[in-house]
């Protein structure tokens, strides 16, 4: 059961490789370096907690605790970075010129995530993180390497922590799962309009502020603060 289960994780890997293909399109060059400070919250959030993961998995390795950097990532790549992030920045694609630069910045952060998220799984799971990671696009201006093998392995990037943006998150992913869990069973597709109560005007400014990733998260219609 736990062999099938990876095996299915494994497909989870392939659909956020083949989703990404698709939403960065054949004429897409990755950045240099990302401009952080322009992105919207959600890419702020994965570009934090994924440096965290980072971070967590290379002090993990160098204590030997090598089931502790296994769960960094996959707890970072499931739960994060696909059940999240990926899901959250769908919106940006629907060709709306609104949401033009957030469109923009999910690129190049979708691909930063990818590229450094390969080469940390890379020591775990080496046949498919060099399959994939050989079909994500190079930067222009860089000389990557022939291989994942031989790449730099990932370490933290102390610009891409952001301590507010993940206490944000963990209220929008607290409202989210509540959203969720007054969904009855038998509803499972249904898209109704909701709202959330506050206990205070801080989280209600926070809820306020991701509305809209709330409501694609937690699939309502439409969500009132």
């Not at 989703?19 to 370096?33: E, R, S, V, W």
């Not at 959030?45 to 950097?69: N, Q």
Request: proline share 6%; aromatic share 12%; hydrophobic share 40%.
């Amino acid at each position: 059961k736990r062999v099938h289960g990876y095996r299915q994780w494994c497909n989870k890997l392939w659909n956020a490789i083949r989703f990404a293909m698709i939403k960065l399109g054949d004429q897409y060059t990755p950045p240099a370096t990302l401009a952080v400070h322009t992105m919207p919250p959600i890419c702020k959030w994965i570009l934090s907690v994924l440096s965290k993961a980072v971070g967590k998995t290379v002090s993990s390795l160098e204590a030997y605790k090598f089931s502790d950097a296994t769960s960094s990532i996959y707890f970072w790549w499931q739960y994060q970075l696909c059940d999240v992030f990926i899901e959250a920045i769908k919106p940006y694609f629907n060709g709306s010129e609104e949401f033009e630069s957030a469109r923009g910045a999910s690129r190049d952060t979708l691909w930063a995530c990818l590229d450094t998220g390969l080469r940390l799984l890379h020591p775990f799971m080496p046949y498919i993180t060099e399959e994939l990671w050989q079909r994500l696009p190079q930067p222009k201006e860089a000389c990557r390497k022939d291989s994942i093998m031989i790449s730099e392995y990932p370490s933290a990037v102390q610009e891409w922590a952001n301590d507010k943006v993940e206490n944000e998150m963990e209220i929008v992913l607290d409202a989210v799962s509540k959203l969720r869990s007054l969904r009855p069973p038998t509803d499972i597709q249904l898209r109704s309009p909701s709202f959330v109560l506050c206990r205070n005007l801080e989280i209600a400014a926070t809820v306020w502020c991701y509305q809209a990733q709330i409501a694609t998260l937690a699939s309502v219609s439409s969500l009132k603060v």
